[in-house]
């Protein structure tokens, strides 16, 4: 994979207005649709889009009154991020593309994988020895980051290609590791992601303890609602997520590439105290 793993594109043409992210780490595309009707028209281009750059997906965010124009489309819906649009939720419609960049069926809301596993028993995390926990304040250190993990953080980049607003540092011995949050501040939402993902015991600990300092830090920016992505059968990850008290809202199929394959992720939502 190139650095360059993201990159955004703006469509202003007659009736259409989007912004597309383009994750090719991942093989998706998120749209952003600032002017209603068009439908139609709108989904050949994506589909277009999709062929032409070899993505396996398309997916926009709406009200729920906005998806339905969607699925008449051939959109379907996969889940939910509660209080996205801070008094309402966003509905995550989707369309799925083969190998051969053709539009692919599918039946939606995924249910639970035989071995999805998302509640664990409780682990008393201990301060590892050493830790270190900075955030970084320089916009280039945080833009190289995010350059540099090429598409490690799975959720983030999500509505922009700029650097993350925040990102902690973690550092005990000779382990290291990051979470980032990109801040959507009209909406009060954000978007959190942790690089590498823990696969190991220390390594969830030292997760664990970077994204409870991002936690802290979102809810003095009077942030609400905190989202997350995470394949459905990586158990780790699945941990440091229902450990800090995230639950799954929904379920988006062939959203994030493991290796060299797509698979199935989960949707993680959790509403801070501190939020209006």
């Given at each position: 994979?190139?650095?360059n793993?993201?990159?955004?594109?703006?469509?202003?043409?007659?009736?259409?207005?989007?912004?597309?992210?383009?994750?090719?780490?991942?093989?998706?595309?998120?749209?952003?649709?600032?002017?209603?009707?068009?439908?139609?028209e709108?989904r050949?281009?994506?589909?277009?889009?999709?062929?032409?750059?070899?993505?396996?997906?398309?997916?926009?965010?709406?009200?729920?009154?906005?998806?339905?124009?969607?699925?008449?489309?051939?959109?379907?819906?996969?889940?939910?991020?509660?209080?996205?649009?801070?008094?309402?939720?966003?509905?995550?419609?989707?369309?799925?593309?083969?190998?051969?960049?053709?539009p692919?069926?599918k039946?939606?809301?995924?249910?639970?994988?035989?071995?999805?596993?998302?509640?664990?028993?409780?682990?008393?995390l201990?301060?590892?020895?050493?830790?270190?926990?900075?955030?970084?304040?320089?916009?280039?250190?945080r833009?190289?980051?995010?350059?540099?993990?090429?598409?490690?953080?799975?959720a983030?980049?999500?509505?922009?290609?700029?650097?993350?607003?925040?990102?902690?540092?973690?550092?005990?011995?000779?382990?290291?590791?990051?979470?980032?949050?990109?801040i959507?501040?009209?909406?009060?939402?954000a978007?959190?992601?942790?690089?590498p993902?823990?696969?190991?015991?220390?390594?969830?600990?030292?997760?664990?303890?970077?994204?409870?300092?991002?936690?802290?830090?979102?809810?003095?920016?009077?942030?609400?609602?905190?989202?997350?992505?995470?394949?459905?059968?990586?158990?780790?990850?699945?941990?440091?997520?229902?450990g800090?008290?995230?639950?799954?809202?929904?379920r988006?199929?062939?959203?994030l590439?493991?290796?060299e394959?797509?698979?199935?992720?989960?949707?993680?939502?959790?509403r801070?105290?501190?939020?209006?």
């Amino acid at each position: 994979m190139s650095d360059n793993h993201v990159e955004m594109r703006s469509l202003q043409r007659g009736d259409m207005n989007m912004r597309v992210i383009i994750n090719h780490a991942h093989g998706h595309m998120r749209v952003m649709d600032f002017r209603v009707g068009g439908y139609e028209e709108k989904r050949d281009y994506l589909d277009a889009l999709a062929a032409e750059l070899g993505l396996r997906k398309a997916f926009i965010l709406v009200e729920k009154q906005d998806s339905h124009n969607w699925r008449s489309v051939g959109f379907v819906r996969e889940g939910v991020y509660p209080s996205f649009f801070r008094t309402a939720d966003a509905y995550v419609m989707s369309r799925l593309y083969d190998e051969a960049g053709l539009p692919a069926e599918k039946a939606g809301p995924l249910k639970p994988l035989a071995d999805e596993k998302t509640s664990f028993p409780g682990r008393k995390l201990r301060r590892p020895d050493g830790l270190k926990l900075e955030l970084l304040r320089d916009e280039r250190s945080r833009r190289t980051l995010m350059s540099g993990l090429n598409g490690e953080l799975r959720a983030v980049p999500f509505g922009r290609t700029e650097a993350p607003d925040l990102v902690v540092h973690a550092r005990s011995r000779r382990r290291e590791g990051w979470a980032v949050a990109e801040i959507d501040d009209s909406f009060g939402h954000a978007t959190l992601g942790v690089a590498p993902p823990p696969s190991r015991e220390e390594e969830l600990v030292l997760s664990a303890f970077a994204c409870n300092t991002l936690v802290d830090n979102l809810t003095q920016r009077a942030v609400s609602n905190v989202f997350g992505l995470s394949p459905a059968t990586d158990d780790w990850s699945n941990e440091l997520f229902a450990g800090l008290a995230f639950k799954v809202t929904g379920r988006l199929a062939n959203h994030l590439r493991v290796g060299e394959s797509h698979t199935t992720a989960l949707i993680w939502h959790r509403r801070l105290s501190g939020g209006s």
